[in-house]
């Protein structure tokens, strides 16, 4: 008996590092051709970025070329108003939806939109089951590492939402150092906890989504969550299961960006996204799809373009802020 | 949104989730006896491969296989790729085939040696023993303990939304997050009881269909 048992654990070991080898052979396999795919497009956009900076069409890259053999470019969303949501048809709708159609449109690709959870948003992008982020996605330096951004084309800040009749309880952030804090794991409200000594001591709850983070307040289980303003004020508003919710003012962000989250590789395909909110900024098109959304307020292309070279994302490539600058 | 357009929504959620339920349980009754044999072979290195694979199975979190079996592939830069519901559905048919098969295990393992030893006296051959002793006799006794794997299968469904797939409760979250209505969460609960009750129902019927001996 003794012997078997020793023989089966031998043998699952055995496995084990067959398995071991297996994943190793092929991830340095593949390693070379994944650099030289890297350095190949990154030569091409730069290229590109300099002899093309004008005429978008004519950018290309082995990345671009992907997305247009595939025809489609598949978007990764949530459901978030007013960002992607569904209408009372049940029809995708939302800021985001069209101008997501309205870029796509300008490639001359159609748009997938797919549903992820927002915490596997990296995973997805890498595992190429998305192309980009697409969903009021905050630009900062860690996210930069791990993707590229487009031109940032709206203004976002996270703000506190607890109980009501606690509205007064919080006048800054050091009051709030004992409290159970919901956030949505992942987001940029997480970082304004973990950036503040303050909050930093406070009861984390990781929620798998802003409306999750809502939820705990509301039934307090939390006694403060941090989620996106445009989220917060949406939800909040008189008549909503969570009007008896409030958005403290005073307890808030500075200024985030919104912007679309690409591949590191794919410099060609942002190069294209840029160019093409860049025409629609021009068209005055991008403006009125901000109108329809009441987030005109917001948005930093289109609006009033010669602030836009200033807050355009440092990823930006140079192509896509020559042109801005041209427009201006 | 009105009632009847919440519920419409979350009719399609249910339908993804009988969907599910239905392949998962259709595929893993079947593959589940492919295991069985496996583990109870006479061949030692089959019967220790089987084992190891149900260990590996049975000791993860079918959450962690749906994740892995759908993103894996694409991390791993492999060509092979599956769809969302695809991807659920093959952890969910081999985990649910994992569990089966060790409870048919035990129900063969429960038949007396003697009944074996009494079918070759009478000169039966080993498939006539099978199937005309052995079997009807191990599916008695495997209701019950099937019946607790079918029902946990039908709220394990609900596994399926870590890959975003709009089973019912992400059908139901989808609707929260916009209207912020918390009261579908109940109504989910409801579908969910009424479903397990029609479940329960029919295994108490097999259940007596089955009870031919008892007076």
Redesign the interface.
Known sequence: MKKKITAIIASAAMCLGLCGCGESTSSTQSTPANTSSKTESAASAASEANSAASTSGEISGADWDYIKDKGELVVGITYNMPMNYKDEQGELTGFETDFTNAVCEKLGVTPKFQVIEWSKKEIELKSKNIDVIWNGLTVNEDRKKEMLFSTSYMKNKQVTVVKAENKDKYPDTASMGELTIAFEAGSAGEDIITGDTALAECKQVKSEAQKDALLEVKSGTADACIVDYTLAKAFTKEGSDYADLAVLENIQSSDEEYAIGARLEDTTVVAKINAAIDELANEGKLSEIAKKYDLSDALLVGGNSADTSDTASETVSSAASESVSEAA | ?SFI?IM??LSDGFSVTLMIFGITLAASLPLGLVFTFGSMSKVLPLR?LT??VV?VIRGTPLMLQI?LI??G??????DLKFSRMNAVLIAFVINYSCYFSEIYRAGLESIPKGQYEAGQVLGMTKPQIFFKVVLMQVVKRIVPPMGNEIITLVKDTSLA????V?ELVKAA??I???????RVYIYIAVFYLAFTALVTWLLHLAEKKLSYYSV
Do not use: C, H
Request: charged share 20%; aromatic share 22%; proline share 3%.
């Open positions: 949104m357009d419409k929504s220790w084992k190891f260990w994740i759908f993103y592939p694409g991390l791993l830069n492999w939304r870590v890959i975003a709009t979250e989808d929260i997050s916009q209207y912020a209505n918390i």
